[in-house]
Structure formats: C-alpha cells, structure tokens
C-alpha cells in the first residue's frame, strides 16, 4: 500500500464514517464530505480534513470513494454544480458504492471515463460495525486499471473484495442479488419475532433458542436483537430497503422475471416507511406488524398500537 495516496470520502454517514476512520488508520491521507456537520466533526476528530463541498474534498485525490444512498445522489455528487468529477486529476479511480441498478452504474462510468477518470463498480456489504473495523465485503467489477488504482482504499476498508469481471454493472447486479436475500430475511425475522409475542412467548428466549436453531439467519441474530432492546437507531434504515427491493423489482419487472416474495417484504417496507418509520432502523417492521396486532413491543408506548 502506498502511504502517499490521497482518498476522498463523500458520504459520511454509519458506513462512510467508519470506512473513512479505516482509511486513515492505514495512514492514508484522507479528506471528506458529507451535508451533516457533525459527521464533518467527526471526521476532523479522527484525523481527516473536512471539504466544504464534494468538489473540495476531492480536490487532489487519487481516489474518491462515494458512500451515498442512490443513484440521484452520486449523480449531485459526481457530476452536479459543486461535484467531484472536476475536481479530480486524470487517472484518479472512482469506488462507486451505492446500491443501484446496473444500468445506472454503467451510465455513471461512461460518464466518469469521458472526464478521465477510472470508474469501479464496488458494492458493499456488512454494516457500520465491519465498515468501522476495516472488514468489509466488496462485490467489484471493472477495468483492471480500476481495481490497481483503487486497491490502497480497498486493502484498507475490506477483508473481502471479490473480483467479479471486468464490466461495470456486474458489481451491481451481484448486490441486488444480496439486498432481495437481505430485505427478504429482515422482513421475515421480524415477522417472527413478533408473531413470537402474539402466542404469549417470551421473544427474549425466542431470540436465545432460534439463533441455536436451524431457522437462524445472519439478519435474524443482527437486527432482532434491536426489537428487545427498544432501540431503533438506524444503522440501516427502513427507506434504504424500500428503495433496494424497489429496485429488485423493477429488475424483475423488466426482465418479466416473478419476485412474489420480494413483493411481499417490499410491501412491509413500504408499509412502515408509509407509518412514519422510514428513517429509524429497517428492524421497524417489527413494530409495524407489532402496532397492527395490538402488541407492545419493547420501546413501544400505547400510541403506536392501532
């Protein structure tokens, strides 16, 4: 890894914050974005230098690695008034990592490349916790040119980048695979967890036996656990699945390809952003379901039973 490559960070929420602290534990020089001053403060406190816009942070950098929610911010970012796009020398790398359509990561490449840029189509997956530790997944396609300008950043903020072609796009479509697994299994555990509490069951040991047992899943054990605390302080929100399987099934649609239960779980989505949820943690369904049932969950007050 070479100490002298500078990386802007756009983005600095639960992921990019703790992505842009591995960056700068690897002694890279990192500088960053985001529109909340206190993820700037943050930044600043762990070593980094705060831009004022997109533009600033990248200016000089030899990567920029964008950490926002869709599409229509990667385009404000890259290619708006006050974007990165300019601001970056000829040859810097862009690691794109938003959820979005293939069609959308192409377009943005072509675009990246007509400015002299590389351009990397990187997926992440893991959550806050493995961003802040350095040990993220990263499903990547690209030139190779891409992958060899990027690797300081992604040596430093993955434990697994696969390799997946040399075409932007595949990076993508591999990530719309894991968000349709993973918006389908949050929707589910939650589901159970409260139908736990509608037959009398204690959901604590629910929680303490189904994590023993064969009905376990990754997001079962993650994300139950903030249903028994009462805490839904997004680490991923509820509108970043409604907008993920939303894109699953536009997929779907297109490619006249059916996706009953993904329909099903974006729907309880939708449903919950639609109760005012869409911005506390996507384990929210729960109290969803909770409030259409008459429970209580934990955390839950009188006023969100129907």
């Not at 997946?164 to 990530?175: E, T, Y």
Request: charge should be negative; charged fraction near 15%; include cysteine.
């Amino acid at each position: 890894m070479d100490p002298a490559k500078s990386v802007a960070v756009i983005g600095l929420g639960a992921m990019g914050l703790g992505m842009a602290r591995s960056l700068l534990r690897a002694g890279l020089s990192v500088s960053g974005y985001d529109t909340n001053p206190d993820a700037l403060d943050a930044l600043k406190a762990a070593g980094g230098r705060a831009g004022a816009s997109a533009s600033e942070a990248a200016r000089g950098a030899d990567i920029l690695v964008l950490v926002v929610v869709n599409a229509a911010q990667v385009e404000s970012a890259l290619f708006g008034a006050e974007g990165a796009a300019a601001a970056l020398g000829d040859g810097a790398v862009v690691i794109a990592s938003p959820t979005m359509a293939p069609q959308e990561a192409q377009d943005f490449a072509r675009r990246a490349e007509a400015a002299g840029l590389l351009y990397l189509d990187a997926p992440i997956s893991g959550g806050a916790a493995k961003a802040a530790a350095g040990a993220l997944t990263v499903m990547a396609s690209g030139a190779p040119e891409a992958f060899a300008a990027a690797a300081p950043a992604l040596d430093a903020m993955a434990e697994t980048v696969y390799r997946l072609g040399d075409s932007v796009g595949i990076g993508s479509s591999f990530k719309i695979v894991n968000q349709l697994l993973a918006g389908v299994h949050i929707a589910a555990a939650c589901e159970a967890i409260t139908f736990a509490g509608s037959l009398g069951l204690d959901i604590s040991r629910v929680f303490d036996v189904i994590t023993k047992s064969a009905g376990n899943s990754w997001m079962f054990e993650n994300r139950i656990p903030h249903v028994l605390a009462g805490d839904y302080t997004p680490m991923s929100a509820v509108s970043i699945f409604t907008k993920d399987l939303g894109i699953v099934s536009d997929l779907g649609r297109r490619q006249k390809f059916p996706l009953p239960v993904t329909s099903a779980a974006l729907q309880l989505f939708v449903m919950t952003e639609a109760a005012g949820m869409g911005r506390d943690d996507d384990s929210s369904v729960a109290r969803l379901l909770a409030g259409i049932s008459g429970l209580t969950l934990p955390g839950m007050g009188p006023e969100e039973k129907d």
